[in-house]
């Protein structure tokens, strides 16, 4: 198949083009393609009619596809799209590219045109039956003559769904499931924000990030800690970062290391265009005038009690923080610490991925990656499960979901 085109448009569209720097993977790691067959299998065995092989090709580029607007779509989630014509040929793709912009199947009709009718589209998340900043993508589907819709992922969002009734109502024929664990992969934090928000827990998908020895200290006894991994895993913390909404830090973070918080090549100091939203818990106030948090690179969010109130502790209320986060449209949220602020975050439940970059190095004493998470006895340990270890240069990037199936899944 060939490339997707450019995203173009005005405004916003400017985050889909190449900034100075471009954070990227091949594919980002929650983006898995395994077995071509073994979704279709399940369903196959649930007694569904089996995607046809061209298809299930087309999936797996929809979702890499998809992969591509990882960080700049939210509060929508990422879609990439494919249509095939009537003998099963790819005629157009597309992908969301940001909040407000062309959904997927509206960039990959517009490429296909009349070859659309009587073909398939296939789409990593069920077409939206709504009208908001754009139209329903099911009309769009129907009035360009599509005999067929694939479908990876069902649409968790009670305002949007509904779209594989009216394809159905209208005399298209629809599959849901074709690859969906893969799709839901690519778009885990969406869903997973989503679904908490329909049962009434508004907050995003909160990935811990921390960077350690091997064992476990995130600085010398001196307090020095740059650098404790290399200049590999330096780098692709800013490739996780540029994927998420917003960075969250510690004003103990902001006062001790005075970090930027932005997303940049670590080689030439070079910033990528899309930034996300800085935001600093403060529950005092005490992030200085000329913190680096505050130097106009991104935007920045310092969150105080009187902002968004305080917890028993008389901290800023964490579960409070997070809900306003969502309300304010960000699914993605990436979380450095400090060792306080990474164990409140824990102790509350509020994370739901761990990514940690592991140095092979030992230091013996020093401060820790993180403090009080609410645990007293081995009992008491928060378990995780790894979804994935890979060797960044020197070091390791282990990531780890909780055990616990967060509220929503």
């Known amino acids: 198949m ?21 954070p990227t993977r091949d594919l980002p790691p929650d983006v898995t393609l395994p077995c071509p067959r073994a979704v279709n299998a399940r369903c196959a065995q649930k007694g569904v009619e089996m995607a046809s092989d061209a298809e299930d090709r087309a999936m797996r580029w929809a979702i890499a596809l998809a992969s591509r607007s990882i960080g700049a779509t939210s509060p929508n989630p990422v879609v990439g799209c494919v249509i095939l014509d009537a003998a099963g040929q790819s005629v157009g793709e597309g992908f969301h590219a940001y909040a407000g912009g062309p959904h997927a199947e509206i960039r990959a009709l517009a490429e296909a045109g009349v070859r659309a009718k009587g073909g398939t589209a296939v789409v990593t998340l069920e077409p939206c039956n709504h009208t908001g900043r754009t139209g329903p993508c099911t009309q769009a589907l129907i009035a360009a003559g599509v005999a067929r819709v694939v479908v990876a992922v069902p649409d968790p969002n009670p305002t949007a769904a509904g ?4 394809l159905r109502a209208a005399g298209v024929e ?13 778009n885990r934090a969406w869903l997973v924000s989503t679904r ?3 049962a009434g827990d508004p907050r995003p998908y909160v990935i811990w990030k921390l960077a350690a020895t091997l ?15 290399s200049p590999a895993a330096r780098s692709d913390v800013h490739i996780l970062r540029s994927s998420c909404d917003a960075i969250m830090a510690g004003v103990g973070t902001v006062l001790a290391d005075d970090p930027q918080l932005t997303v940049r090549d670590p080689a030439t100091g070079v910033s990528a265009t899309r930034q996300p939203l800085r935001v600093v818990v403060d529950s005092a106030g005490r992030t200085p005038a000329d913190a680096r948090v505050r130097d106009g690179a ?12 305080a917890g028993p502790d008389g901290r800023v209320d964490l579960a409070a923080l997070c809900a306003e986060l969502f309300n304010r449209g960000h699914r993605r949220v990436l979380l450095e610490g400090g060792p306080r602020l990474s164990g409140a975050f824990l102790a509350a439940g509020l994370v739901d991925e761990v990514v940690a970059y592991v140095a092979p190095k030992l230091l013996g004493a020093g401060p820790t990656a993180v403090l009080d998470a609410g645990v007293t006895s081995i009992d008491d340990a928060i378990g995780l499960e790894l979804t994935d270890v890979t060797r960044i240069g020197p070091d390791l990037r282990i990531t780890a979901v909780p055990i616990s199936t967060p509220k929503g899944e």
């Open 2 to 22: 060939k490339r997707p085109a450019e995203a173009s448009g005005p405004g916003p569209a400017a985050v889909c083009r190449a900034p100075t720097w471009t």
């Open 163 to 166: 779209g594989a009734a009216t």
């Open 174 to 186: 629809v599959e849901l499931g074709v690859r969906e664990a893969e799709a839901a992969a690519g």
């Open 196 to 198: 908490r928000a329909a």
């Open 215 to 229: 064992d476990g200290r995130s600085a010398a006894a001196d307090g020095s800690s740059q650098w404790i991994t």
């Open 298 to 309: 991104a935007r920045t969010w310092v969150a105080t009690t009187a902002d968004v109130g």
